[in-house]
């Protein structure tokens, strides 16, 4: 399926509610959330729902809290990286703009854990695998491409916490395979 297509169908799904419908867009680093969230967002723009956008690397806490337990640590990246206080407190501001039907489409890591799951409508999870998230960080940030450096342990093992932890493939409304951005293939959901 092309990229629109996937889009628009994505779109559609999205019910319009008494308030405003709260979406996010979750995936590991590299997997494409931002420009996902971005042009799924366009897209609802264009057949006329107002959108807010809320990323969640706009919320990240300061480094003395996100390396408290060592800048190697992948417990201290899946626990610390996020303030999610601040970024649940800037879905709500998204929202107070917005009318009924309107939505807010959130993009970040973690998404689904337990005290954020709530507060999404809907969501997305971007099934990518990290051979692939990894090059394409390595173009993008200049990181080792090897998902296996030494380099990488903090954020690969913190996303596997979470990943064997919450099953975010599972929780998730709707799982696109987005490897291929162009051609994104959606595995579950509307």
Known sequence: MLRAELLTRLATGV???PSA?????DGVDGAGKTT???ALGAVLEGSGRPVAR???DDHLHP???????GRDSPVGFWLNSYDHAALLAAVDAGESGLRAGDVVVVDGIFL????LRPRWDRSVWLDVP????????ARRDGCDPDPLHPANRRYLEGQRIYLREHHPERLADVVVDN???GRPRLLRGD
């Open 179 to 181: 490897s291929d951005p």
């Open 54 to 56: 809320v990323r969640a």
């Open 63 to 69: 480094p003395e809290v996100r390396y408290a337990r």
């Open 15 to 17: 019910p319009v509610a």
């Open 36 to 38: 996902f969230a971005d």
């Open 21 to 25: 419908v709260v979406l996010a867009v």
């Open 130 to 137: 990290f051979a692939t998230t990894y090059a394409r960080m």
């Open 112 to 115: 689904h854990r337990p005290e």
